[in-house]
């Protein structure tokens, strides 16, 4: 109760920070800087994998490595009620969780580049011309998403400590920034791991806004490597040198099958039960420009490394959007996500249009124009922004109706169903897209030309019988295409059909959201 108590405790402006109350706000940043770093690794493989030639549905299977985060409510009960009364309840699992990841980080460097496909001796990594020496492989697809499931799982497992330490860690007054923290550290990590190394990484980026020749800065394995063993170093200084309260027995958590117990009486709630269906569906009419976009600008010709330039705008979006918009949002938090959704929705049909352009941008000699790449930022920065409204709108309005007596329990179960409405509307975007492309057999004949449908799927041997036969198998229908279309009319029947209920839970009183006041009503 404590904890929670202090976690909805305003920040006071007047109060200035304490000398340790800045150390521990810089730990915090640290440690979740360094949980940004896998994240924003995994997000950079897909990227890779795609300029490979991976499939839509190897990208699909690997899109599920951020599954634990969705799911972390599983275990989150162990981390917090098994732990070292002397060595600390945090530490007990920040340590050997962080350490582990250093070491898988460490020697997984060795294998990375192998199961990218790069060189079967994995002395050649991503950002780097291979010689005759190297031996292209396929991508193996299992074996990365294993890897990278499992970093995923790390990370989730040290964001539950880190999470739990930071209400302990900062004093009383200056508890609110933990939440700070969590967000310009994640930020960080993410853009370091996933825009910063694709950057560094490419070598036409390197060459042409660094000078540099020859190949990228840095490769894959040589940036698991250095992060391994940053994890390891600032581990190791934690574990020595970060004080940890003493653990108060009146805050001792309760155990596993009460915090089962409690979900449970939370899933009864109707008005639970109708915001769970929102979370779950929202983000239908959005997933195909969440998740297949940035791929079809790099099939159409796009380099990762300009869709990496164009990310710092986006940091900035993410970073300033809430800083600004909180105060409206507080008292307006389910309009300004229903206001995020709508833009959602226009500027992801704009960003099907823009990808429709981007072949005939970049086969022009001189490169894309302004008249292509203004529009194409200006898209993106607003679908950003409209993004990052649903989500803080989404963790205020989660804030003021969780019930402070099962506090704890009450936002992980929101945030757990949150994220599982990004993540099945994403995978599953990724996975139809090639189900939902058509193709077609264009052949020049001495009579004409003749203009025939292929089966669909085209299968290996239809475009064998194609190519023999002196035609091109090509798309006939983007997939793409198709889903934008389809989520188009998905997104205004849902908004149509969700604006009322939206508005109304909005409106229902406080007692509605809580678990003893409904059990009382029902008796």
Not at 205 to 210: A, I
């Amino acid at each position: 109760m404590e904890a929670d108590e202090q976690k909805e405790r305003p920040l006071d402006a007047k109060r200035a920070l304490t000398t340790q109350d800045k150390i521990s706000i810089a730990v915090l940043i640290l440690l979740y800087t360094l949980q940004g770093i896998p994240m924003g690794l995994s997000g950079s493989i897909p990227l890779i994998l795609k300029e490979k030639g991976a499939s839509y549905e190897a990208l699909s299977l690997f899109s599920l490595v951020s599954i634990p985060f969705s799911l972390k409510l599983i275990w989150a009960p162990f981390v917090d009620c098994f732990y070292s009364i002397s060595f600390g309840r945090r530490k007990t699992w920040l340590v050997p969780v962080q350490l582990l990841t250093g070491i898988v980080m460490i020697f997984g460097a060795s294998f990375v580049a192998e199961w990218l496909g790069d060189a079967t001796d994995g002395s050649t990594g991503v950002g780097r011309d291979m010689g005759d020496a190297a031996i292209a492989t396929d991508p193996q697809i299992g074996h990365l998403t294993a890897f990278f499931l499992f970093l995923y799982f790390l990370m989730a497992t040290q964001d539950i400590a880190v999470d739990g330490w930071a209400l302990t860690m900062l004093s009383r007054d200056s508890v609110g920034y933990a939440s700070i923290c969590n967000t310009i550290g994640q930020v960080i990590g993410v853009f370091i791991a996933n825009q910063g190394f694709i950057a560094l990484s490419d070598a036409r980026w390197c060459h042409k806004y660094l000078g540099v020749n020859g190949g990228g800065l840095v490769t894959l394995p040589q940036f698991m490597q250095f992060w391994g063993y940053v994890f390891v170093v600032v581990t190791i200084f934690i574990g020595f040198f970060k004080h940890e309260e003493p653990v108060d027995p009146s805050d001792h958590p309760d155990g596993l099958l009460e915090t089962c117990k409690q979900v449970v009486a939370i899933l009864k709630l109707p008005a639970i039960q109708s915001i769970a269906v929102i979370l779950l569906t929202c983000k239908m009419a959005m997933a195909p420009a969440d998740a297949v976009f940035s791929f079809k600008l790099q099939e159409n010709g796009m380099p990762k490394s300009d869709i990496a330039t164009i990310s710092p705008l986006l940091l900035m979006a993410g970073l300033l959007v809430p800083s600004f918009a909180s105060h409206y949002v507080t008292g307006h938090a389910m309009f300004t996500f229903m206001l995020g959704v709508c833009v959602k929705i226009c500027t992801s049909l704009g960003l099907w249009f823009m990808v429709q352009q981007t072949r005939e941008a970049y086969n022009d000699p001189t490169g894309p124009h302004m008249s292509f790449m203004a529009p194409l930022v200006v898209l993106m920065l607003l679908h950003e922004v409209a993004g990052n409204l649903t989500f803080i709108s989404m963790m205020a309005f989660f804030s003021r109706i969780s019930d402070p007596t099962i506090g704890g329990s009450y936002m992980t179960l929101l945030n757990t169903i949150a994220n599982l409405g990004h993540k099945w509307t994403s995978s599953v975007a990724l996975l139809l897209l090639p189900r939902m492309t058509f193709h077609a057999c264009t052949m020049d004949a001495a009579e004409g030309f003749v203009r025939e449908k292929l089966v669909f799927p085209c299968s290996p041997h239809d475009h064998a019988l194609c190519t023999e036969h002196g035609g091109k198998c090509t798309i006939d229908l983007d997939g793409y295409t198709l889903q934008a279309y389809v989520a188009l009319c998905v997104g205004i029947a849902w908004v149509l059909l969700f604006w009322n209920r939206v508005k109304n839970l909005q409106a229902l009183p406080h007692t509605d959201w809580l678990v003893a006041t409904s059990n009382d009503k029902g008796k």
